[in-house]
């Protein structure tokens, strides 16, 4: 094996854990979590639904998050309504050809959503133009909107209810904290509304 790569390998490794470690000594962002986790129990429990949406390998996170929830994430349960609005790629693609690409999620967001929906906001610099078109759309039809972001992705908080900082500026640790985070959050919702379940 290359040696260079063994090295580059290892390192994103030490990163990633470094990362991970800071996470779990970080107050704001466990409350953040565990907000996100309450804001979401609370919405399916109400018959409402989660919009998820992200750029690239946040995308990617968005669909794997989704699935989690409409499908399982680890036990058998009712489904629950979450929707990543990274995968029609006839929505996407006629919206962005049409509108811009600026207004993808926005053009959803306005058409899908629903006073009373969460809509999660995956992005690691905070800064993706359609990203806060999407948020800007939410907050006007009433909707609470979640972001989860980076050190350098601040700003996007003036547009979210809630926030999620993971404590990193390198785009794949970001992405890597906001995943192990949300398997939490769905570990959670998922127990949280089982527990409720039995009691019917
Ligand atoms: O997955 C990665 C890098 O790990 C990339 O695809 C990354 O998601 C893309 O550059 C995105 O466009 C970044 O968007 P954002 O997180 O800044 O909103
Ligand atoms: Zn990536």
Same mark, same amino acid.
């Given at each position: ?24 000594? #970080?107050?704001? @962002? ?9 804001? &979401?129990? *609370? !919405? +399916? %429990? ?70 009373? #929906?969460?809509? @999660? ?9 359609? &990203?806060? *078109? !999407? +948020? %800007? ?64």
């Amino acid at each position: 094996m290359n040696r260079d790569s063994k090295d580059l390998i290892g390192a994103h490794l030490s990163q990633s854990l470094a990362a991970l470690e800071r996470a779990t000594q #970080d107050a704001a @962002l466990l409350a953040a979590a565990r907000k996100t986790a309450e804001i &979401i129990i *609370a !919405a +399916l %429990r109400a018959g409402n639904k989660l919009l998820i949406i992200g750029n690239g390998g946040s995308a990617a996170d968005a669909q794997h998050i989704a699935a989690e929830i409409v499908g399982r994430y680890k036990q058998d349960r009712p489904a629950y309504a979450a929707i990543a609005l990274t995968t029609d790629t006839s929505a996407l693609t006629s919206i962005a050809n049409d509108y811009g690409f600026e207004q993808m999620f926005a053009r959803q967001v306005d058409g899908l959503g629903q006073r009373g #929906d969460v809509l @999660l906001a995956l992005s690691t610099s905070g800064r993706s133009p359609n &990203i806060l *078109a !999407a +948020l %800007r759309v939410a907050r006007e039809r009433g909707l609470i909107t979640v972001g989860f972001t980076g050190t350098k992705g601040k700003t996007l908080g003036a547009l979210c209810d809630h926030l999620l900082v993971a404590p990193s500026d390198d785009t794949p640790v970001i992405q890597q904290i906001h995943l192990a985070v949300a398997h939490g959050i769905c570990d959670e919702i998922e127990q949280t509304l089982m527990r409720g379940a039995a009691k019917k």
